[in-house]
T-cell receptor, first 116, second 110 residues
Framework: NAGVMQNPRHLVRRRGQEARLRCSPM?????VYWYRQLPEEGLKFMVY????????ESGMPKERFSAEFPKEGPSILRIQQVVRGDSAAYFC??????????????FGEGSRLTVL | RKEVEQDPGPFNVPEGATVAFNCTYS??????FFWYRQDCRKEPKLLMS???SGNEDGRFTAQLNRASQYISLLIRDSKLSDSATYLC???????????FGKGTSLLVTP
């Protein structure tokens, strides 16, 4: 059973470009979370999705960031017009139930975005 | 005040030592608590849940003090392989998301 798959693992963008990060949850998991980890900082919750629905996006910046989890295919975190401050590791996690209930989120290895 | 606060360390201990990490949380209504482990440049992984009565898993003991909003992790007989960052985690108000502390770094030396 493959774990949470994220790609790309490393992404370099210039300021103003778009970044698209993809996440395929573990088989059988319908809950997907995106977290951001800035250098020397903790993981910060961004968004929680179930298939075709955004359940909680309270951690998402108001502009330039969007997320989706379509009926078919991976979850996508999209960052438009990237700035240097967007450089971070973006972790996707999945769970079979709501993470707050069980506490067990299965994380992918992360996508490391560098903005030049 | 941050939702979850931890002493960042680093804690440098010799093999075989006992080491304790502490964590405080701000939301008194929080119901679920956990410790995760994160190796350098790797993803976090669940180490153990924290129950009100305290719980033990091998060399690891977790305790919760709701009155003080305080969580602890005790590691006995430290191994070199215990070297990692330990993340204190509290379920959010919504119950959906998990709030992570910045982590406490542990280095176990020979």
């Amino acid at each position: 059973n493959a774990g949470v798959m994220q790609n790309p693992r490393h992404l370099v963008r210039r300021r103003g470009q778009e970044a698209r990060l993809r996440c395929s949850p573990m088989k059988g998991h319908s809950h997907v979370y995106w977290y951001r980890q800035l250098p020397e900082e903790g993981l910060k919750f961004m968004v929680y999705l179930q298939k075709e629905n955004i359940i909680d996006e309270s951690g998402m910046p108001k502009e330039r960031f969007s997320a989706e989890f379509p009926k078919e295919g991976p979850s996508i975190l999209r960052i438009q017009q990237v700035v240097r401050g967007d450089s971070a590791a973006y972790f996707c996690a999945s769970s079979p139930l709501s993470g707050g209930n069980t506490g067990e989120l299965f994380f992918g290895e992360g996508s490391r975005l560098t903005v030049l | 005040r941050k939702e979850v606060e931890q002493d960042p360390g680093p804690f440098n201990v010799p093999e075989g030592a006992t080491v304790a990490f502490n964590c405080t949380y701000s939301n008194s209504a929080s119901q679920s608590f956990f410790w995760y482990r994160q190796d350098c440049r790797k993803e976090p992984k669940l180490l153990m849940s924290v129950y009100s009565s305290g719980n033990e898993d091998g060399r690891f003991t977790a305790q919760l003090n709701r009155a003080s909003q305080y969580i602890s992790l005790l590691i006995r007989d430290s191994k070199l392989s215990d070297s990692a960052t330990y993340l204190c985690v509290v379920a959010s108000n919504s119950g959906y998301a998990l709030n992570f502390g910045k982590g406490t770094s542990l280095l176990v030396t020979p």
